[in-house]
């Protein structure tokens, strides 16, 4: 069975903070992890993306994301936050044979004060 | 360019009413489909998939059915609402069997009385 987890259920940095969001995973095959974000009342946008390969990856607006397979976590990162970043932000990971399932964790709200 | 768009934007409808949800995506030739629920301030719950028309599969039981009719198009259905169904329901594509990157509709907001 594959979980995921978003220990943190609210962050809250000001403006050109840098903040990490934090995900774990627990899956005993290959998998598939991506960063979703949720602006208040709308439906999820994609942010970015590891299968494999360097375990850094760069989404869109300047966030990365680095897998790391020891402590099966995907955290996702910025330098510098900007007030518009403000939004839910949800971990998910998808088996890479058999279900079809994405499996989202519980998220984590990012509020950036000014 | 591909365009996801789900009716209604929202809902509100009593307990034991049908309900009919719709989605359509325009842009893209036989795309994966998904719908999907979250509670207010919750988790998404993947409800159902779909990979090719007329086929459906169902991930968890929600007294909800999902319908495929045509190859852009997915209907979320159900003949009678539990208050349990209030939430937000979001309507999806993907390209391929990855399934990472998901397309996301609006959404619509369903809230049950």
């Known amino acids: 069975t594959q979980t995921v987890s978003q220990s943190d259920a609210h962050v809250t940095v000001f403006e050109g903070d840098s903040v990490e969001l934090r995900c774990n995973y627990s899956y005993g095959g290959s998998i598939y992890l991506s960063w979703y974000i949720q602006h208040h009342g709308r439906g999820l946008q994609f942010l970015l993306k590891?299968?494999?390969?360097?375990?850094v990856v760069q989404g869109v607006n300047g966030f990365e994301a680095e897998f790391s397979k020891s402590d099966s976590s995907f955290h996702l990162r910025k330098a510098s936050v900007h007030w518009s970043d403000s939004a839910v932000y949800f971990c998910a990971v998808s088996a890479t044979s058999g279900s079809w399932q994405l499996i989202f964790g519980s998220g984590t709200q990012l509020t950036v004060m000014p | 360019a591909q365009t996801i768009h789900q009716w209604p934007v929202a809902e509100i409808k009593a307990v034991g009413s049908p309900l009919s949800l719709g989605c359509t995506i325009k842009g893209k030739s036989s795309p994966n489909l998904y719908w999907y629920w979250q509670a207010t301030g919750g988790t998404l719950q993947q409800l159902f998939y779909?990979?090719?028309?007329?086929?459906v599969e169902s991930v968890v039981q929600l007294n909800l059915s999902a319908s495929r009719p045509k190859d852009d198009q997915f209907i979320l259905s159900t003949e009678k609402l539990l208050l349990s169904h209030s939430g937000f329901y979001l309507c999806?594509?993907?390209?391929?069997?990855?399934?990472?990157?998901?397309?996301f509709g609006k959404g619509t907001r369903l809230t049950v009385v």
């Open positions: 590891y299968y494999s390969g360097n375990p």
């Open positions: 999806a594509w993907s390209l391929d069997r990855s399934n990472t990157e998901v397309f």
């Open positions: 779909s990979i090719t028309v007329g086929q």
